[in-house]
Structure formats: structure tokens, C-alpha cells
């Protein structure tokens, strides 16, 4: 890896936009990867080799916010300075020399409107190279289920706050098994559980972001 | 037996709007940060510099609203566990009627900071501004759940003047009381109470309010919230809480 492609991901990891943010502290005056990238990509460097360079970065500081050293604002910062990145990638995306992994259907299920926690979630699973659908809150089934067959291929993300709205988790599930019996589901939210998620015939559970994206890149095929 | 029509209030129910100033809420950044760090690192000045930003503009973003009703409690405990206030049949579940059994009136209650917070935060986000984004959510959850704690002092007053005693308050979507009953506690209000309107889920908007019930009467206790005793036995709000004290989180203690 070059020293470049390692500060695009150290930024990212730190949460460094660009040389104007006084974020963080310790790295005011610095270039951020806004102008990283642009240089990266003026000296040549592939694409595909800033976009892993990212996924490293975010991978460090989704595992670093699951083990508690960083937090919410850190975590949103990185995914920022992600953005930066993101916007210089844009055209490659739209010539086709660059692909998403896949992508991820995700929504905070019917009767509840937590969203940061899913915020979160999402900002870190395209963080990490995927192209998430987010459907906000409040997500009736049938909305779902119209996704998953607008996006043939894709997984789906839960999220449920209220143990009460849990039962709609699970009417979710399996409403969408019934459906698209092959699509993979993960589910997460403060008072999902790993059993309850076996519970709800869900394929996975991740108690934070960075465990969607493990779940993803272990169980979706990559088209 | 739901007989949500028999009761309305403005027909002889008062209802009671209770100023409150943001101001009076006494907002710190401690509040804002708290669980926002392990203890041992604190946060970056950066976002201090937000937090103070935001509080900067407290007074023109947020319009706290709040209010309440006094209805007669009922509470069969025999019959499927629906209390009954005013004449309407709420399915609180065991745990919440437990708390509130020897209760002979129920305050029930609505409270919101208004839109602006709301729409100022997806706003944040709009602009690629996460973490502002976050913080300004952050601070019109802690602002909803002081405005909450003040309404609840403010009836624990006016009830003491009456020699009565308060419990603590509870949620539609409290332990196992399904959020859809708050289309009933709704219907005790009239119409446009406090500017709230419910969806269709029976989710309230503006999304930064808070509704419920705190009972009333010469024999009631002020009891923290019990997690112990709810059938969802692996849920992770009870792994976090039940470990070391029988309390549950309350509110917005992120
Ligand atoms: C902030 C908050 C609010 C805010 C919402 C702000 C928002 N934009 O979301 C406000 C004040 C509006 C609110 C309102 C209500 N709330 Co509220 N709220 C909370 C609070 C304090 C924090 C939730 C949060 O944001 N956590 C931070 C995020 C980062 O964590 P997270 O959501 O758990 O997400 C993480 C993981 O779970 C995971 N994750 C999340 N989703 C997913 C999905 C996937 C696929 C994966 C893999 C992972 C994953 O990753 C995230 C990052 O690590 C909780 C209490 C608590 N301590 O959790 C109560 C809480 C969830 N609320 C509760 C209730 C009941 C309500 C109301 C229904 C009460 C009422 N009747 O008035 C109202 C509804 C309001 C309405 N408009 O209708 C209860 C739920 C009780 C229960 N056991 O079910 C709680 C637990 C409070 C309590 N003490 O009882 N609330």
C-alpha cells in the first residue's frame, strides 16, 4: 500500500474531510481525504485501490466504535470524510470501472421511528462498499417487499427500538421469506438479541454496524 | 368494551396547558455527551463547538408544548389486564398496570419541542453534516425528556397541593404496552393537543414528543422502572439494566 493510499485511510479512519475541518484536533492544518484522493487519483492510482483503502479505514473505526473507543460523532465524522472520498469516485461509478458490492435494503420497521442507530448502520455498510436503500422509518412490509424486487440480488437490513414493534420485526421476516424465499436478512436494534433473531427466521444479527458489513461480505455473493 | 366515544374531554374534563420555557430546562452539555465517551477519553472540542451552536439557537427551534388531562382510574386486574381510565380500556400489560394499580386518577399527558429541531437536523444531514446532524437529534431528545421530567414535577405540585401522591409515568410502547393504544390516550385529548397528530402506526409527529400516564391517588409510589419482570427475557435493554439494579434506563439516558 502506498504511503498515500494508507493516509487516504488513516483520514478516513480519523475522520479527516479536508484541510479546512478543524476536526480532528490533532490533525488541524492537514490535508483531509478530499484533497488526498484528488491527489491520488492525479498521480494515477487506480480507483479500485482508494476504494479498498476506504473500506480499510471504515472497517478500523466501525470495529473501533464496536469495542467502544470511539463514538456516534467519531463514527459520523469518518463516514464524511468517506463522503469526500465518494464524491471523487462518483464518475468512475458512472463509467462502470467501479462497482458496489452489492446492495442493501434497509428501514426501521412498521410503528417505529428510532432511526440513528439504522443511520448508523447505514452510513457504515456504504462506508464499506455497498449501495444501501435506505427506507426510513416506519417501513410497512409490503414497502419491503417492493424493494427486495426492485433490487434483485440484495439483502435486507431491520431495525426495530421498541420491544413492541419487535412482533413487526418478525411479521417482516417472514413475510419477505414467503416472497423472495432466497434473500438474506439481518436484523439489529437495542432489544434484538442473537436469539431472538434465530427466533424470527432472520439469517443474521449484528449488535452493531460493523457486523452488518462482516454479515454481508460473508453472506451475499458479490455481483 | 372499548368505549372510546363515551369520554371527551372539553365536556367537563378540564385540561391543563402548562407553560414551559426552554430556558428553565437548564440544558448542559453533560447532558448532551453523556454515554458519548467511555469516561476516560472526552469528546473532541469540535464538537463542544457544535453542541454550543446549537445551544445558541434553543430558544428560537424549540417550542415546547405540553399538557394533560385528569380522568377517574378504574383498574380490574382480572379482566385481561386492561385498565380502564376515563371509560377507556387501555391494554397496558402486566407490569405497567402493576405500577399503577392503587392509583385513583391518571394524569395523562402529552408533550413536544415543536418541528423545528426535527427539520433543522435532517436539514444538517441534507448538507453532509452528520455529526451535526446527530447532535442537534441528540440535544431535542435530552430537551423532549427534561420537558417531560418538568411537566412531571409540575403535576407531582399540583397534585401535592391536593395532599395526592404521583407515581412515575409510562409510556405506550413501555415495556408491553403496545404503542397502538396511544390512538386511545389520544382520543382523551382534543383534537390537535398540543399540535401533535398520530400516524397511521400510531407514531406521534412531531417525532421529538413524548405521550403517557402518571397515576394519582392517596396510595401510590414513585417506583423506578422495573425491567426484571418483562416476559422478553433476552432483550438487551434488560442485559444492560437488570445486571446491577432493578432500574431500567429511563428516557433518554443514552
Ligand atoms: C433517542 C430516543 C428517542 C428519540 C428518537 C430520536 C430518533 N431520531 O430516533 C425520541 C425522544 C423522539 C423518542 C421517542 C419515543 N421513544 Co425512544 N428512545 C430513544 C433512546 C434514548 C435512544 C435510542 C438511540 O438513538 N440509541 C443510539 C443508537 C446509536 O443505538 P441503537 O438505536 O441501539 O443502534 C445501534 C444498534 O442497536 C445497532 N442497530 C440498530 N439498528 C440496526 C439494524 C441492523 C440491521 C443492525 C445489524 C444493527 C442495528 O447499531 C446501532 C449502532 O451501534 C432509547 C433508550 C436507549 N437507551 O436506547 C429510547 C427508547 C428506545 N424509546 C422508547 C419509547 C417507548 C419511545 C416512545 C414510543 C415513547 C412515547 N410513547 O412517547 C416515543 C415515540 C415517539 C413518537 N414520536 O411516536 C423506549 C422503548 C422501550 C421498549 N422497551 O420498547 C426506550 C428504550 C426508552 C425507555 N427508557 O424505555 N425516543
Same mark, same amino acid.
Given at each position: 500500500?502506498?504511503? #498515500?493510499?494508507?493516509?487516504?485511510? %488513516? ?63 467519531? #463514527? ?12 471523487? #469516485? ?114 443474521? %444479527? ?9 454479515? #454481508? ?7 | ?111 413536544? @419541542? $415543536? ?96 405521550? $403517557?400516564?402518571?397515576?394519582? $391517588? ?33 428516557? @433518554?439516558?443514552?
Amino acid at each position: 500500500m502506498s504511503e #498515500l493510499i494508507k493516509q487516504i485511510a %488513516y483520514c478516513i479512519e480519523r475522520g479527516k474531510v479536508n484541510k479546512m475541518s478543524p476536526f480532528p484536533n490533532d490533525m488541524k492544518e492537514q490535508p483531509g481525504t478530499d484533497e488526498l484522493t484528488k491527489q491520488a487519483i492525479e498521480e494515477g492510482i487506480g480507483p479500485d485501490v482508494i476504494l479498498e483503502a476506504c473500506n480499510d479505514g471504515m472497517q478500523k473505526v466501525g470495529d473501533k466504535f464496536g469495542r467502544n473507543e470511539v463514538f456516534v460523532p467519531e #463514527l459520523l465524522m469518518a463516514a464524511k470524510a468517506m463522503n469526500a472520498v465518494m464524491e471523487h #469516485l462518483k464518475p468512475f461509478f458512472a463509467a462502470g470501472n467501479l462497482k458496489v458490492k452489492g446492495k442493501f435494503v434497509l428501514g426501521t420497521v412498521a410503528g417505529d421511528l428510532h432511526d440513528i442507530g439504522k443511520n448508523l448502520v447505514s452510513m457504515v455498510v456504504e462506508g464499506n462498499g455497498w449501495q444501501v436503500i435506505d427506507l426510513g422509518v416506519d417501513v410497512k412490509t409490503e414497502k419491503f417487499i417492493s424493494a427486495v424486487k426492485e433490487n434483485p440480488g440484495c439483502a435486507v437490513g431491520l431495525s426495530a427500538l421498541l420491544t413492541t414493534t419487535m412482533a413487526n420485526m418478525e411479521k417482516t421476516v417472514s413475510a419477505i421469506r414467503e416472497e423472495c424465499p432466497s434473500v438474506k436478512i439481518i436484523v439489529g436494534g437495542a432489544p434484538v438479541t442473537m436469539n431472538s433473531a434465530k427466533r424470527m427466521g432472520a439469517d443474521g %444479527y449484528s449488535p452493531d454496524p460493523q457486523g452488518a458489513v462482516t454479515f #454481508l461480505n460473508q453472506s451475499v455473493s458479490i455481483g | 368494551m372499548i368505549n372510546s366515544a363515551a369520554i371527551r374531554v372539553g365536556n367537563g374534563t378540564p385540561v391543563f396547558n402548562v407553560k414551559i420555557d426552554v430556558n428553565n430546562l437548564k440544558i448542559s452539555i453533560k447532558d448532551v455527551c453523556s454515554r458519548m465517551s467511555n469516561g476516560t477519553q472526552s469528546l473532541d472540542a469540535h464538537f463542544y463547538e457544535i453542541i454550543n451552536e446549537i445551544f445558541a439557537h434553543l430558544s428560537e427551534k424549540c417550542r415546547i408544548r405540553a399538557g394533560y388531562v385528569i380522568c377517574p382510574a378504574d383498574f380490574n386486574l382480572t379482566s385481561n389486564r386492561k385498565s380502564k381510565v376515563g371509560n377507556i380500556h387501555f391494554n397496558m400489560g402486566k407490569i405497567v398496570t402493576s405500577q399503577l394499580k392503587n392509583a385513583v386518577q391518571m394524569a395523562v399527558f402529552a408533550c413536544t @419541542i $415543536g418541528p423545528d429541531m426535527e427539520n433543522w437536523s435532517r436539514h444538517s444531514m441534507e448538507q453532509d453534516n452528520p455529526a451535526e446532524s446527530y447532535l442537534i437529534d441528540r440535544t431535542a431528545s435530552v430537551l423532549t425528556e427534561k420537558a417531560v421530567d418538568y411537566l412531571h414535577e409540575y403535576i407531582g405540585g399540583e397534585m401535592a397541593k391536593q395532599n395526592l401522591l404521583i407515581t412515575n409515568r409510562y409510556s405506550p410502547g413501555y415495556c408491553d404496552w403496545p404503542v397502538s393504544d396511544q390512538h386511545l390516550l389520544f382520543s382523551l385529548f382534543p383534537h390537535n393537543f398540543c399540535g401533535i397528530r398520530l400516524n397511521a402506526s400510531a407514531l406521534m409527529h412531531p417525532i421529538k414528543s413524548v405521550s $403517557g400516564v402518571i397515576g394519582i $391517588g392517596p396510595d401510590v409510589e414513585f417506583k423506578e422502572y422495573m425491567c426484571n419482570r418483562c416476559r422478553i427475557k433476552e432483550c438487551t435493554y434488560r442485559r444492560k439494566h437488570v445486571k446491577n439494579t432493578n432500574t431500567i434506563i429511563r428516557g @433518554i439516558a443514552l
